[in-house]
Each structure stands twice: as C-alpha cells, then as structure tokens.
C-alpha cells in the first residue's frame, strides 16, 4: 500500500467519523455488541491509519484524533438527537490511544525483530567452533 493511500484512507476515515458523529442517527452503523466499542473500534482505526500515514508526527496525530473526539463530542451538543457524554469521549480517545500505538508497535516490530535476530544468532557458537 503506497503512503498516498494510507494519507487518504485516513481522512476518509475522518471525514466518516465527523458524518456518523453528527449526522442522522439511523446512519450510524452497529458493528459491535457495544456502542462504546463501535466508537473506540473506530478512533482506534483513525489513529491507527494517522499514525501509518505520517509516522514521525505521532504528538501531532495524538493531539489530532483526541482534539478531533473532543470537538465531534462537543458539536453533538447542538444537534437535537445527539447528546454528548463524558464516556463516550473517553472511550473515544481511548481508542484512538490504542490505535496509535498498535501502528507504532507494527512500524517498529521489523526493526526489533532483525535486532533480536542478530543478537539471538551473536549469542551462538561462531562458525569456528
């Protein structure tokens, strides 16, 4: 997957949340048994893709996607059939956490398997015996 497509895929992902958050209320889908794990499912997905997508801005994807829930969760305020709620934003940027660092952890997990690699192979006997 090229970086171009990842940097799309993740404000489409944006974009979809900002429409499910404030849009009709009979869009929104119910993927999970629990809504708060359909919102955390999808900041984690958001936060996963930001962090793929531009790597060496992970402060600034971390103040995105939690600013992004803080706003979305306020704006629900000035719509009628929304309502606002101090779990659902934690559950939010919980999510969006998570997903962050699960994309730091798979970002990082070649390097420190080839270390772990090299050092396992250095503990052995040398070839000589």
Same mark, same amino acid.
């Not at 997905?45 to 531009?54: P, V």
């Not at 934690?90 to 660092?101: C, D, Q, T």
């Given at each position: 997957? !090229?970086?171009? &497509?990842?940097?799309?895929?993740?404000? +489409? =992902?944006?974009?979809? @949340?900002?429409?499910? !958050?404030?849009?009709?209320?009979?869009?929104?889908?119910? &993927?999970?048994? #629990? #809504? *708060?794990?359909?919102? #955390?499912?999808? %900041?984690?997905?958001?936060?996963?893709?930001?962090? @793929?997508? %531009?790597?060496?801005?992970?402060?600034?994807?971390? &103040?995105?996607? @939690?600013? =992004?829930?803080? /706003?979305?969760? /306020?704006?629900?305020?000035?719509?009628?059939?929304?309502? +606002?709620?101090?779990?659902?934003?934690?559950?939010? +940027?919980?999510?969006?956490?998570?997903? &962050?660092?699960? /994309?730091?952890?798979?970002?990082?997990?070649?390097? +420190?398997?080839?270390?772990?690699?090299?050092?396992?192979? #250095?503990? *052995?006997?040398?070839?000589?015996?």
């Amino acid at each position: 997957m !090229t970086r171009a &497509i990842v940097i799309a895929a993740a404000w +489409a =992902c944006l974009a979809l @949340i900002g429409f499910l !958050t404030l849009g009709p209320v009979h869009f929104r889908p119910h &993927i999970f048994h #629990s #809504s *708060g794990l359909d919102r #955390s499912a999808a %900041y984690a997905a958001l936060g996963f893709l930001f962090a @793929i997508a %531009y790597p060496r801005r992970l402060l600034a994807i971390a &103040i995105l996607v @939690i600013g =992004c829930a803080v /706003a979305l969760e /306020a704006l629900q305020l000035l719509t009628p059939d929304r309502d +606002a709620r101090l779990i659902d934003l934690i559950m939010k +940027a919980a999510g969006g956490a998570l997903g &962050i660092i699960a /994309a730091v952890t798979v970002h990082r997990l070649p390097t +420190a398997f080839w270390k772990l690699w090299r050092r396992v192979g #250095s503990d *052995g006997p040398d070839e000589h015996g």
